[in-house]
């Protein structure tokens, strides 16, 4: 069966400092993955989302950016953290031929 | 971007009464997910819907496809205490098969 898991799962870190949270995807090969920003406990913000090594989309212009070293793993980075980057950062997979998402566990992270 | 709008945002039932709620959108889509989530964690996916007028039912969850293909409903009977969290939908639009659309959220509160 096909797990995903996020690392870590909470992080505190102060405004200007860099970001990278990790997202592996296993039992399943060429996944969709997707990166998600959730603020307050609703509203889900798409901000990246990738069909292959290497192909990243990007859906909100931002200080934070996405990369696909490997099939299954999907990170996000920022150089330099902003107050505003604090909330519930989900990753999430479907199959190449689309149909249903599944969500990791999340990162909570604080901007302090 | 593409708005899914579900309601009510939020309900207060007793335990043992059904539930419903639903999203609408005013494109077509050919995907509706319908996810349950709990505080700091991630959306656990209930049912999947691919084809209008589907219904498909996970227990005491039934959800269906609208016929018009721009809505969706999901029902849940006889609520128990551990039906308490939000709910979301979410679609994927004709067209546009790598990208997920998501409802604003349905909280939902079940008292003893």
């Known amino acids: 069966s096909q797990t995903i898991h996020q690392w870590p799962a909470t992080l505190v870190q102060p405004v200007g400092s860099p970001l990278s949270l990790e997202c592996t995807v296993e039992?399943?090969?060429?996944?969709?993955l997707y990166w998600y920003r959730q603020a307050a406990g609703r509203g889900l913000q798409l901000l990246f989302y990738?069909?292959?090594?290497?192909?990243i989309s990007s859906e909100v212009p931002q200080n934070l950016s996405a990369s696909r070293p490997q099939d299954r793993q999907f990170i996000l980075s920022s150089k330099k953290l902003l107050l505003s980057d604090s909330g519930f950062y989900l990753c999430?997979?479907?199959?190449?031929?689309?149909?249903?998402?599944?969500f990791g566990p999340g990162t909570r992270l604080t901007v302090t | 971007g593409q708005q899914l709008n579900q309601s009510p945002q939020s309900m207060f039932i007793q335990e043992g009464e059904d539930v419903s709620m639903n999203c609408t959108s005013s494109s077509i889509f050919n995907t509706w997910l319908w996810y349950k989530q709990d505080p700091g964690e991630g959306p656990v996916l209930l049912i999947a819907?691919?084809?209008?007028?589907e219904l498909t039912s996970n227990g005491r969850l039934t959800a269906q496809f609208g016929i018009t293909r721009k809505d969706s409903f999901l029902n849940i009977s006889a609520s128990i205490p551990s039906d308490v969290g939000i709910y979301f939908c979410?679609?994927?639009?004709?067209?546009?098969?790598?990208?997920?659309?998501f409802g604003t959220g349905t909280s939902l509160t079940v008292i003893p």
């Open positions: 819907l691919y084809k209008a007028g």
């Open positions: 039992g399943t090969s060429n996944p969709n």
């Open positions: 990738s069909v292959g090594i290497g192909q």
């Open positions: 979410a679609g994927q639009l004709v067209n546009t098969g790598n990208q997920f659309y």
């Open positions: 999430a997979w479907t199959s190449g031929q689309g149909g249903e998402q599944y």
